[in-house]
């Protein structure tokens, strides 16, 4: 994974009161390898910097319950974009 851009999705609000999701600007995060706690600390860094310290603290409690390494970065994938 090394040099790929995360991409972050930020809440916004739409018509009727109603909230939505939308796609941010990438984030790039580089020396990363496959290791499940540089990836996870990887994602937090970038969530850190979008301004969603939130949505970083529950993904680390979210990986840390994980049962396996592929259930981690799934849930990894929910929170940023991998390209």
């Known amino acids: 994974m090394r040099g790929r851009a995360l991409r972050h999705s930020e809440s916004v609000a739409r018509a009727k009161g109603q909230r939505g999701w939308t796609m941010g600007k990438p984030i790039v995060v580089s020396d990363v390898d496959g290791n499940i706690f540089a ?20 993904l680390a409690r979210r990986v840390r319950g994980a049962e396996s390494y592929d259930d981690a970065l799934a849930i990894c994938d929910e929170y940023v974009e991998f390209e």
């Open 39 to 58: 990836v996870v600390g990887a994602c937090k860094r970038a969530l850190k910097r979008a301004g969603q310290r939130e949505q970083a603290t529950e």
